[in-house]
């Protein structure tokens, strides 16, 4: 029984979890969707897509942060129905716990960061550059 609620949890958890990332993962398709119709020949246009960067930006971050209550649940399952984590009482357990989430979601913040800079933090600050040099 103790077993059976442990995968309920997890499935819930991870149903979840992905209801959240398919939303996403939608808003980002419509993002890029509409990123590739914008014309770049008028400056208009390349506000708009300036606008479209700093909103995918805005996405990306939203997307990290929507995890962080399941980083909190799933730390609270894993100090629930892990043996040795389950014989921590008491203040060491508050410290253990609050340490263990606060690094992880210190983890994914910087790990989300890292990744949206290396992978889209240079051609976002190019096409700033241009903008700015037409101003």
Known sequence: MHFFKFKVYIITLVATMMLI???????????YKNISTINL??????KDLKYQFKL???YYMA???AFA????????LVFEYSPPLKEIT?????????????GT??????????WFQRYY????NQIYKIIDELK
């Open 63 to 65: 997307f990290y942060i």
């Open 90 to 102: 008491g203040l060491r357990f508050i410290l253990t716990f609050l340490a263990t989430c606060i």
């Open 105 to 114: 979601l210190g983890a994914l913040y910087f790990f989300g960061k890292f």
């Open 121 to 124: 933090g240079k051609y976002f």
């Open 69 to 76: 209550p399941f980083v909190v649940c799933e730390m609270l």
């Open 21 to 31: 990332t398919s939303f996403y993962f939608f808003k980002f398709f419509q993002l």
């Open 41 to 46: 020949n008028t400056w208009d246009a390349l």
């Open 56 to 58: 995918n930006e805005q």
